[in-house]
Nanobody, 122 residues
Framework: QVQLVESGGGLVQAGASLRLSCAAS????????MAWFRQAPAKDREFVAA???????YYADSVKGQFTISRDNAKVTVYLQMNSLKPEDTAVYYC????????????????WGQGTQVTVSS
């Protein structure tokens, strides 16, 4: 089993920055593919960003140039640096993990964190 624990969410004003962290534990491998998804009220969960174990990155078009995903393989931790936040970025942000290979489909990820709320006020 794998456990994912997110941290770093909060309430900020538009234009501010936040850094989310997700620490993985349990049966993890440095080759695991890790991602961030988000879900706003009354909306489907959507892909935000992902990173392979070789640090190849993938982004949703809506966050390119605004968010940066990174990882520390030794700590099996993934980060999401979010800059110039907008009210439309308000959502619960979820960390997800799959064994290997990229996907932007939530259904392809085997493990999920509990989510961390990000609220951006205008």
């Amino acid at each position: 089993q794998v456990q994912l624990v997110e941290s770093g969410g909060g309430l900020v004003q538009a234009g501010a920055s936040l850094r989310l962290s997700c620490a993985a534990s349990g049966r993890t491998f440095y080759t695991n593919h890790m991602a961030w998804f988000r879900q706003a009220p009354a909306k489907d969960r959507e892909f935000v960003a992902a990173i392979s174990w070789t640090r190849t990155t993938y982004y949703a078009d809506s966050v390119k140039g605004q968010f940066t995903i990174s990882r520390d393989n030794a700590k099996v931790t993934v980060y999401l640096q979010m800059n110039s936040l907008k009210p439309e970025d308000t959502a619960v942000y979820y960390c997800a993990l799959r064994q290997y290979g990229h996907s932007d489909s939530a259904g392809d990820y085997n493990y999920w964190g509990q989510g961390t709320q990000v609220t951006v006020s205008s």
